[in-house]
């Protein structure tokens, strides 16, 4: 039911800043930078639209939402997380999905406004593993912490819990963005990670409160442990490079 609080003071501030980069693998390939000319995607540079890789990974979080809940292709419910009969390859799928139009817009929202972020320090191939890794992360969590089935008598005829949703991998974000700032000695970099941060902090203190509260899922099926997961994923993504990776 709407947007959290402070939404609107991030988009003044960072509607400038959530730019394309144009990097279709950026430096986590090796190729580099490619400079000003080539980071501006799409026709005519427009710098308020999504960089290649926030796009891709809109396209494939919007795709999949009008084939399971506009064009209800039933296939598509194989790719949530089924707690009961989990296959491999589902942590990485639901991680794409979601339940309802409320669910995917909130989502596709701060995954354009922070991966955008993400992607404008360390490109597209820096957006999509640090969804990826924070995504799946988020999801193992869930599998692991929450119950395998609900409902049913005495284990008999219980429904499988699902998990599915964008929101553990964007918590991942929201961690990243922060901490890639606060990587850079640069005074305007530290002074975005300080802006980032207080809106960052603020919704993991929530969740956490809600998580204690609710015992990790809250009203109306929000993953608490997910979004928590993914957030703390990201910290100890950033943390490990920082180790072993040399300085730039």
């Not at 993991?204 to 009203?219: C, L, R, T």
Request: with cysteine; charged share 15%.
């Amino acid at each position: 039911g709407g947007l959290p609080d402070g939404t609107d003071d991030l988009l003044k501030k960072y509607g400038d800043t959530a730019r394309a980069t144009g990097q279709f693998i950026g430096r986590a390939s090796g190729l580099g930078d490619k400079g000003p000319s080539q980071r501006r995607g799409g026709r005519g540079g427009n710098s308020s639209s999504a960089g290649n890789g926030v796009f891709l990974l809109l396209l494939v979080n919007v795709t999949l939402f009008v084939l399971d809940q506009v064009m209800h292709v039933s296939v598509v419910k194989d790719l949530y997380l089924n707690h009961m009969r989990p296959r491999w390859w589902q942590f990485v799928t639901s991680i794409f999905c979601h339940a309802n139009y409320a669910h995917l817009s909130g989502n596709i929202f701060f995954l354009y406004v922070f991966g955008n972020i993400v992607e404008q320090e360390e490109g597209a191939f820096g957006v999509w593993f640090s969804y990826l890794f924070t995504g799946v992360g988020a999801a193992a969590a869930s599998y692991l912490m929450l119950p395998k089935g609900v409902g049913g008598v005495l284990g008999m005829g219980a429904a499988a819990t699902v998990s599915l949703g964008a929101s553990g991998a964007v918590f991942g974000l929201f961690a990243i963005s922060v901490l890639t700032k606060l990587a850079k000695l640069d005074f305007r970099k530290l002074l975005e990670a300080v802006i980032l941060g207080q809106f960052v902090i603020e919704r993991f203190v929530s969740e956490a409160k809600m998580a204690a509260a609710a015992g990790g899922i809250g009203a109306g099926g929000v993953n608490h442990v997910a979004h928590l997961a993914g957030a703390l994923v990201g910290v100890a993504l950033i943390w490990t490079l920082a180790r072993i990776l040399p300085p730039e």
